[in-house]
């Protein structure tokens, strides 16, 4: 009777109050503090207030400042009035505007769009309805998307904040050797295909996408200098067929659509291969007992939150799915976090 577990409710308020700590992480992001501190190298309190152009009183500055200290994002000299405040190593890394490695974008996105938009999870799961910029209005999500310069530009800097990790470790992880060519299909800013020319020297990459984001993703090849091995294609992959290469990768793309969508995409990446060809899909592949990865399950509540009938899915899926449109084997390489690239041979 001893070993009997007590019930604690730790977790479920942990849980509970988590928009509390998510939304003081994207506030700091979005006044770009990790930015100023990376450039001053510590500031004081009083210093952030006035490059912040904040009117609260000093004890809700500190309080902000001081969490973040608690949650790890910052690092601490003295107390209070005589604090010194400098970036952790994964702020710096990672939230520092000025370094390639940013990922801040999907951050800002949360907080612009998605943070409001998951108050009407209840009303999503509900109706079955989007509850995005498009909950209004009769277009798709995507149509609205392509349709706003300023609200694509934000989308495409928040995919690649997701990805890039997943990117550099695909690049690095899976055995491009026997191939020389890739075609990243809904390929955004075109960093996947960046990733694999920069760590794979023999390897001519194409990023595929809609004609509104080639000059991103062109702007993106040039930061990279990487022309001459990664150009940006402009395609309609629903319209038209896929162009043809060795490896057909798609980051992020399958999760966006229903079941039929999902597999008509499979489709014209088989009908891109030659025999022995790769197609690698790169989620938050959900594990098959649906019990370890939540991330991945969040995300797919997140595709009703922003497509109504996008999901998330299993490695399992993935092999049913492949295996019917006749691929001939399927293997799974786990990438960063609660990431993975299911991949699929010809």
């Known amino acids: 009777m001893e070993n009997q577990l007590k019930p604690s409710p730790q977790m479920i308020m942990q849980v509970g109050n988590g928009f509390w700590a998510s939304k003081i992480l994207l506030t700091a992001v979005y006044f770009e503090l990790f930015t100023h501190l990376s450039q001053q190298g510590s500031m004081s309190g009083s210093a952030i207030k006035s490059t912040l152009k904040l ?20 690092n601490r000299t003295g107390l209070l009035e005589n604090a010194k405040y400098s970036n952790s190593i994964d702020t710096d890394t990672f939230l520092d505007k000025n370094k390639p490695s940013y990922i801040g974008g999907v951050l800002e996105m949360m907080n612009n769009r998605l943070y409001g938009f998951w108050g009407n ?3 999503a799961l509900t109706t079955g309805k989007a509850q995005n910029e498009t909950s209004k209005d009769e277009k798709p999500f995507f149509e609205v998307l392509y349709e706003n310069s300023d609200l694509l530009k934000e989308f495409t800097n928040a995919m690649t904040g997701v990805q890039l990790r997943n990117f550099m470790a695909l ?3 899976f055995d491009f050797s026997k191939y020389n060519t890739l075609l990243d299909a809904g390929g ?13 020297l023999h390897m001519q990459c194409n990023t595929f996408d809609l004609p509104p984001v080639e000059s991103i993703a062109n702007e993106t090849i040039k930061k990279f200098q990487l ?23 798609m980051g992020n793309i399958l999760h966006d659509w ?7 995409l499979i489709q014209k ?3 891109a291969l030659p025999e022995g060809g790769a197609f690698i899909a790169i989620e938050a ?32 899926d993935f092999n049913r799915w492949t295996k019917k449109i006749g691929f001939k084997s399927t293997t799974i390489l786990p990438l960063t976090g609660p990431s993975s690239a299911a991949i699929a041979y010809k």
């Open 55 to 74: 009117n609260c009183t000093d004890r809700h500055l500190f309080d902000f400042l001081d969490v973040l200290t608690s949650f790890g994002f910052l």
């Open 121 to 123: 999870l209840g009303e």
């Open 171 to 173: 690049a690095q992880k």
């Open 188 to 200: 955004s800013a075109g960093v996947l295909s960046l990733m694999v020319a920069k760590h794979n």
């Open 227 to 249: 022309d001459d091995r990664v150009r940006a294609i402009s395609g309609d992959f629903f319209e038209e067929e896929l162009p043809k290469a060795d490896v057909v990768a």
């Open 258 to 264: 229903n079941e039929e969508t999902k597999i008509k």
């Open 269 to 271: 990446a088989y009908d």
């Open 285 to 316: 592949l959900i594990d098959n007992d649906r019990k370890e990865n939540a991330f991945g399950m969040m995300m797919s509540l997140n595709m009703l939150i922003e497509t109504s009938d996008g999901f998330d899915y299993t490695f399992n």
